[in-house]
């Protein structure tokens, strides 16, 4: 209600937290306390701004159960008003969202090992969009080819290979064939061109990584 305290609170918060609808109900503050205290100072902002605001609002936040786990929750709140307009309070929907978030900060922590495991790695490794545009170059593509990694990104991948190869093919069509049909580029060799303009051959694995839909979304 406006003055803060509940009046209906569902028996699945036992499941969720360890503790009773009825003991939440004898202690309007007892969700405050069990909040992680780590996020209690975000929690007390929305739950004063919920108030004041009138208006939908969603965070994330954990709790510390009975059993001493912790808890990721997703909360939503949302204003419910009387049919002659009167605010008569708040109607908050909470969710258990632990795997969720387990598995988002596992995500983090790969695509992190992943960016530091390619950025130390010897070999060239870039990723370049199906229009060519390069949306990574790690340092030793960077030390190779003599870019800098302002310099290089968001610029065609055609840049790095020379207008036609010393047998007169010409490479810019070799890109968009490696687009069209990956299948057929799994292993390629080609000339290149550093930024001093000295040409260099360079053995290239390439692997194309699809959507749902399986359309091309980028080359590896």
Known sequence: NPEGQYVYISPSCRRISGYGSE?????????????????????????????????????????????????????????????????????GSNRDVTRRKNTEEELRVSEKNYRDLVESANSIIIRW??????????????????????????????????????????LSQLVKDVVEHPERYLNTMNENIRSTGERVWVSWTNRAVVDEMGRVREIL
Not at 26 to 41: C, F, T, Y
Not at 134 to 148: D, M, R
Request: aromatic share 14%; with cysteine.
């Open 23 to 91: 003991e939440f109900l004898a202690n309007p503050r007892l969700l405050q306390k069990i909040v992680h205290p780590e996020d209690r100072a975000q929690f007390t902002h929305h739950w004063q701004d919920a108030g004041e605001k009138q208006s939908c609002d969603e965070i994330d936040f954990r709790i510390i159960c009975r059993d001493g786990s912790t808890k990721w929750i997703e909360h939503v709140c949302m204003p419910v008003y009387g049919e002659n307009g009167k605010f008569l309070g708040r109607r």
């Open 129 to 170: 969009k199906p229009d060519g545009e390069i949306i990574f170059f790690n340092k030793f593509a960077q030390t190779f080819f003599g870019y800098s990694e302002e310099e290089i990104l968001g610029k065609n991948v055609t840049s790095l290979v020379p207008d036609r190869d010393s047998f007169g093919y010409d």
